[in-house]
């Protein structure tokens, strides 16, 4: 199969050969030429017990990220909802307010109703001072 895998002269990087093509399916992503050689660096190099800590540390990193975006959906969900309900209130509340002004105009009417009336009563109050 695959050649040895070395380290480079630096030792920082891993040197082996890559393919062109990339893999389509998990299986194949797995037989893959760089994921052979990097199960073989593993093994020859005696790193097991660090590349676990590695790939543990990654899915704890993924699970609490993906429980964070969660709470955040869910937080804003209730956002949402608690604003949708102010504004229902809102709206309601803003209705009795626009009834209330036509009360005043029915008065403001009766009030003109009765300057009217004032002035007849001194006219006949005046008329029946003359006949005497």
């Given amino acids: ?10 030792g920082a990087s891993i040197n082996f050969s890559t393919s062109e093509q990339a893999p389509t399916t998990l299986r194949k992503f797995r037989q893959s030429q760089e994921i052979e050689c990097l ?9 097991q017990k660090e590349a676990l800590d590695i790939i543990e ?22 956002q ?12 309601t509340a803003k209705a009795p307010v626009a009834a209330k002004p036509p009360k005043p105009a029915k008065v403001a009417k009766a009030a ?11 006219a006949k109050a005046a008329k029946k001072s003359k006949k005497k």
């Fill in 39 to 47: 199960y073989r660096f593993i093994f020859e190099n005696e790193l």
């Fill in 112 to 122: 003109k109703v009765a300057k009217v009336a004032k002035p007849s009563k001194p």
């Fill in 57 to 78: 540390g990654l899915l704890i990193q993924r699970k609490t990220l993906k429980l964070e975006t969660k709470l955040q959906a869910k937080a804003q969900a209730k």
């Fill in 1 to 10: 199969m695959a050649a040895k895998v070395t380290l480079s002269g630096d």
């Fill in 80 to 91: 949402e909802a608690v604003a949708a309900k102010m504004a229902k209130h809102a709206k």
